[in-house]
């Protein structure tokens, strides 16, 4: 079957690091995106990883490992507006449908 | 420049009564997406739409459905509506229909069906 594996919930303190881990099995893969969401809104991108290694962008960076099924989401000096959720979704097809995680809760304490 | 914008915010249906659902995709995106998230969960694909054609259609049933307009707007029906289809209804837009490409998520319709 197809599934995205990602951790229900995370908690950190403020300037703290926090990675999100996505393991997924799809039928088929073009590409790793992750998604933020805060409570009531839209998701609004982040990054987009379709080969292997280490994507940066400001403080946050996406890494994925096409042969382990493997990416991760890396969330640097954390701030109270960082509370949300986080969405791993592999683009499936060609035409850029995607498939999307559970979300992983992640909550930033003073 | 205005983002994807969805029409209605929330609604109130009853069971077994139909519902659309309207959005209008970023300016010069021609390809709209619908998800539907159910509270606690991630989106899941419901249509993909590009050049008002059918592109990708996830696994929900024939209740369903949805069609792309000349300016690439798009609405989606729902016949025989269920309380399982309480839930916000996601847009998203793209410049083009390919992997890769950027989807711009609207603020979503909240439907709750009673």
């Known amino acids: 079957g197809q599934s995205l594996e990602q951790p229900s919930e995370v908690t950190a303190v403020e300037g703290a690091i926090v990675q999100i881990n996505c393991t997924y099995q799809t039928s088929g893969f073009y590409g790793l995106s992750w998604y933020q969401q805060h409570d009531g809104g839209a998701p609004t991108f982040l990054s987009y990883n379709a080969l292997d290694g280490l994507e940066e962008t400001g403080r946050f960076s996406s890494f994925l490992s096409r042969s382990d099924s493997y990416g991760y989401l890396l969330l640097q000096e954390l701030q109270m507006k960082d509370s949300a959720s986080y969405f791993c979704?592999?683009?499936?097809?060609?035409?850029?449908?995607?498939?999307f995680g559970a979300g992983t809760q992640v909550v930033v304490t003073p | 420049d205005a983002g994807v914008t969805q029409s209605p915010t929330h609604l109130i249906k009853t069971r077994g009564q139909h519902v659309t659902l309207r959005c209008s995709p970023i300016?010069?995106?021609?390809?709209v997406s619908w998800y539907q998230q159910v509270l606690g969960q991630g989106p899941q694909f419901i249509f993909q739409y590009y050049e008002k054609e059918e592109r990708g259609r996830g696994n929900f049933p024939d209740r369903f459905s949805a069609r792309q307009f000349p300016n690439y707007s798009s609405e989606l029906n729902v016949n025989a509506l269920l309380l399982g289809d309480s839930a916000l209804y996601l847009c998203?837009?793209?410049?083009?229909?390919?992997?890769?490409?950027?989807?711009?998520f609207g603020e979503g319709s909240w439907l709750t069906v009673v």
């Open positions: 300016s010069g995106h021609k390809s």
């Open positions: 998203a837009s793209s410049l083009t229909a390919v992997s890769g490409n950027t989807i711009y």
């Open positions: 979704a592999v683009s499936t097809d060609s035409w850029g449908k995607f498939q």
